[in-house]
């Protein structure tokens, strides 16, 4: 594989993160306040917040292994890109991995113990810590862009459409609506990763490994690529079922 | 401080924090695999026994991961952010390791330990067994793969520096020598011993807490204990306490016996390296010091293993008299942390070691550390360690709270609508995962169901 394929290859696996965790993200941030069809905001109830954390559970874990898969390729491929957008972005980077590990603290734990002060502060934590990491992650697409007012315009939108992209999951899984949806908000979330991976392709692919490592890391992608792909389909198929009595409602 | 301690010491802490989570980790998996695999062999009403104990220790093992998880990806961003330089020399060696730990490994253990938890009233049986055996696998290679990359920095081999004297950069030139280097196969079976040994200390502290307890009938007796078992509870701990014991031990032998293997590469390695540096000969006494603590704690932890090891015979540990029972019980709840604490002491020794080099003889620390000022380097540490650390202690009271309240209310594998039930959820939720008082369920082909009788669960 050249740098031009692994380039390719870490814009999919950036796509496969804002897809699938984009959509925990979006749950996430809207886990406390439901909208009702006719306009009105609502408070969920703490079993209507468990169905939300049901419905998109499934796709935290094989959602987030797609962007530190795409942190090792960014290590171990692209380093000096890696090292570049992280010294030029540092606050923002630190925000995201905070936020990130807030985020899943929060998913994870705040089902654990019944008391409800616990489930309380723990659904606050979720929802600020959801809207920052997706802010944040719209940041540092920015970063690479070279430019503050688009990392802020780039972490605004990223806020924005991961909350409707969530709330397509959710009511696809409640089957309220179609799959026709969630196409659609996946498309609005991937754009912006594809936008910068293609603004930032020339100093992406300049600042590559030399060619035997890549050739060799090559091997390992392609052997084990069709496996991690095909466990992907069987999670994707775990989501794409009506959310039902054989679900798990671990969070 | 300067910028580059302060990134050392954020390094270092977040490190220790990972490590620990790791150690659970690795040393609880085995032990859920072989439950799991026994409750899918099971034929009579052991089965339930083996279901709670998948179910009990699986619970325990999640919630250990999560934040294993994200101390993990803390971690993973600390080299771009602190140590650019280290991907600038090496970024090539040092790197290709990390790519095949979450590309090929990390990628399919969190893929399939998703399916594991959500797919458990789906897959068949077995199948949903061998899914939680093939995370196992891919965690310790995930483990492996960390320690090849940790390996080199140690032990640098199967590399070459090319370029000029400025800006050099490592290639591999064989990465068979960069793979059997002492330093990540000798080390990894001895950390490999030290999360067993972890697994197992937890396993028995855990299971002996609750034996000790007067709650079960058979251990609430005065004088001798049960030969039998009284119940399902009493069942689980005693196999629990007893798998632990095994595990325990067998990760104490490993851990000391590849602890000593690492001598002859240690010495020839360090041969010279610390005399000609201040801070290096600081670090030197503070490895020396870590590594004698660990050696003297070892040696606890197994002089502690042999007798509950003996005591296993004819299950005496379980038959002796109540009040040295209880004794025994209490110690092996204290000496859970134990096992923790040496391994971080272990690590501290290997990597102080290493210090003033981030490789050992190449690359100095302070060479390749971001030209981050020390203030910014400090705000991030105080918010990220604090953060983490935080978190942690919060995941440990949780896990504590989870292993005192036993096979009450597991919701791994629980039905949905017990959970949503728990949850205060009205008919209006309840309908749609097939509760009490339902006609339909979600699942296709179940109209008409009556559930009024106990879920399927206890008729398991």
Known sequence: ???????????????????????????????????????????????????????????????EVWLVAALGVLVGVFPHAEADLLTAGYPVAVTLIGSWALRDAGIWLRSRRPGRVWRDVWDVVLVVASIMLAGSWGALLGVAWGSGLVALALGIVAVVVTRLHGHAVVAWRL???????????????????????????????????????????????IVVLPLVLVLQAVAWWLVSRPLGRRDTLFF | MEATELARLQFALLAAVHFVFVLLTLGLGPVVAIFNTRWVRAKDDRALVFENATRFWGQLYLVNYALGIAAGIVLELQFGLHFPGLLDVAGEVFGAPLVVETLAAFFLESTLLGLWVFGWHLFPRALHAGIFWAVVVTGYVSAFAVMVANGFLRNPMGYVLEGPPDAQVARITDAGALITNPAALLSGLHVVGACLAAGGFVLVGVSAWHLAQGGLPGTARAGWGGRRPADH??????????????????????????????????????????????????METLSLTAMGFMEILAYLMFLGALPLLLLLIGNAVFRMPRRLRVLVYWLAVLAVPVPFGVAILGWLSRELARQPWVIQGVVRVDDVTSDQSGQVVLV???????????????????????????????????????????????????????????????APGAVDVQDDGPEPEAAR
């Open chain 1, 1 to 63: 594989m050249n740098a031009a394929a692994w380039a390719v290859l870490l814009t999919v696996l950036l796509v496969g993160w804002v897809v699938l965790d984009g959509a925990v993200q979006g749950a996430g941030a809207t886990l406390l306040q439901e909208r009702d069809p006719d306009g009105k905001d609502r408070r969920r109830e703490p079993a209507e917040r468990r169905v939300v954390l049901a419905a998109v559970g499934p796709l935290l874990l094989p959602g």
């Open chain 1, 175 to 221: 089957r309220r609506t179609g799959a026709l949806p969630v196409a659609v908000t996946s498309v609005m979330v991937a754009s912006p990763v594809v936008g910068t991976a293609i603004a930032a392709w020339p100093r992406l692919v300049d600042g590559a490994v030399s060619g035997a490592t890549m050739a060799a890391l090559g091997i390992v992608a």
């Open chain 2, 233 to 282: 509870d009493e069942d689980l701990w005693r196999r629990s306490l007893r798998t632990g014991v095994v595990t325990g031990s067998l990760g104490v032998l490993l851990a000391i016996g590849f602890g000593y293997s690492q001598y002859a590469y240690i010495l020839q390695v360090d041969a010279g390296m610390f005399a000609d540096d201040a801070d290096g000969s600081v």
């Open chain 2, 380 to 442: 991030s540490l105080v918010l990220l360690v604090g953060l983490m650390v935080t978190l942690a202690i919060l995941d440990w009271w949780v896990l504590g709270r989870l292993a005192r309240a036993g096979t009450n209310r597991l919701v791994l594998g629980a039905e949905a609508s017990d959970v949503l039930r728990d949850d205060g959820a009205g008919p209006d939720v309840l309908v749609r995962f097939g509760g009490p008082g339902s006609g339909a369920s979600g």
